[in-house]
């Protein structure tokens, strides 16, 4: 799985933790690192053959990020790659990023527990 920092947010202690907790429970991941563009993160994405592509977004710009995103993982044919996000993402927005196609979102304070729970069901359904 890949995690990502997309656009200008220089603040990735939350991916770092995410990243690390999903690392120590077994998972593959790949910390693509801050200022990712949404091209960046879909290559990265497809080069590892990853399953998961995790956001990490605190800037407020997450539908934009995530309907590019989605967009480019449908025009290379990644079917099955499933996006979740994490960071600052106001509630009212939740039900839009996941009729974009957004498998998740998870809001500061979310357990990390719950987010492998929710990782781990990604992976046994590939």
């Known amino acids: 799985m890949i995690i990502a920092k997309p656009g200008l947010d220089g603040h990735d202690r939350g991916a770092k933790v ?3 907790a999903l690392r ?4 593959e ?11 960046q993160i879909v290559a990265a994405a497809a080069q590892e ?13 997450h539908l934009p990020i995530c309907r590019r995103v989605l967009e480019l ?4 044919g990644m079917e099955g790659v499933e996006l979740f996000v994490g ?3 106001p509630t009212q927005d ?11 979102v998870f809001l500061p304070g979310a357990s990390t527990r719950d ?9 046994t359904r590939t």
Do not use: C, F, H, N
């Open 49 to 61: 053959d990853a399953d998961v592509i995790g956001l990490s977004i605190l800037s407020g710009a």
């Open 18 to 20: 995410i990243a690390r």
């Open 87 to 89: 960071g600052i993402i």
């Open 115 to 123: 987010v492998i729970a929710a990782l781990e069901g990604v992976a």
């Open 73 to 76: 993982i449908g025009e290379r």
């Open 29 to 39: 991941v790949i910390y693509t690192g801050l200022r990712q563009s949404p091209e």
């Open 24 to 27: 120590d429970a077994g998972m």
């Open 94 to 104: 939740i039900p839009e990023l996941k009729a974009l196609g957004v498998a998740d």
